[in-house]
């Protein structure tokens, strides 16, 4: 059985959240990076990977496969290692729950409402988008106000034991923090907080850092 292959780039949240289930998994595997922003678009080959030109793509053994949720719940059922799904089905839903929050809601507020306009706009070449990031604080807190209310006094954001809902959503906080709007948000919620260093400190999370932190 050959090591799987990640196609994506190392600042992606979603390229780190599939890489973050292969290291908690102990899976080795190989990220292949691939520039989506790149003048022409996304090059052929990743195309025929990703019909929508997105990342991460994966491909293991020959089975190829696309979007990051998917992604990781294969790498769950298919590695041997500690689950990252939990048996109770109850558990397991607001698993999903969670995941389908930070999808739909949380990453577009979080990290380019928020992370990008504060954080990486000067980088840019421009200037932050004030009125963009007005708007997305009370998403913001909405989100975070979901997510502690979904984690209550447990240590994971859904029950005492990590989950591919942990691994989804630290990737985005990483980024969420750098900003003074977000670090300020986050430090409303002792609970996550003490969920966000308790992942951060994780070594999946140090393998893993992104270059843009």
């Known amino acids: 059985m050959s090591d799987p292959v990640v196609f994506g ?13 292969l290291e908690e998994k102990g899976v080795p595997y190989r990220l292949i990076e691939v520039d989506v922003f790149a003048p022409g678009g996304p090059p052929t080959e990743h195309l025929e990977r990703h019909p929508f030109g997105r990342i991460p793509a994966f491909e293991h053994d020959g089975f190829r496969l696309y979007e990051a949720g998917a992604i990781s719940r294969y790498v769950d059922e298919v590695f041997p290692g500690t689950a990252l799904r939990p048996d109770d ?14 999808d739909s809601y949380a ?8 992370f990008v306009e504060r954080v990486r706009a000067r980088a840019q070449g421009r200037a932050p988008d004030e009125a963009r990031i007005a708007a997305a604080l009370p998403r913001a807190q909405t ?10 006094d447990r240590p994971w954001l859904t029950g005492t034991s990590l989950t591919l809902a942990d691994l989804h959503a630290a990737p985005m906080f990483a980024y969420f923090r750098m900003a003074p709007e977000g670090s300020e948000l986050l430090s409303r919620h002792p609970g996550l907080v003490r969920w966000w260093n308790a992942m951060a400190a994780r070594n999946s999370m140090v393998s893993t850092r992104s270059p843009l932190e």
């Open 9 to 21: 780039a190392a600042y992606s949240v979603y390229v780190r959240a599939v890489r973050l289930a």
């Open 89 to 102: 089905p109850r558990r397991r839903a607001l698993m999903n729950q969670v995941i389908s929050v930070l």
């Open 107 to 114: 990453y577009r507020t979080l990290v380019w409402d928020i």
């Open 143 to 152: 989100c975070l106000n979901a997510l502690a209310e979904t984690m209550a």
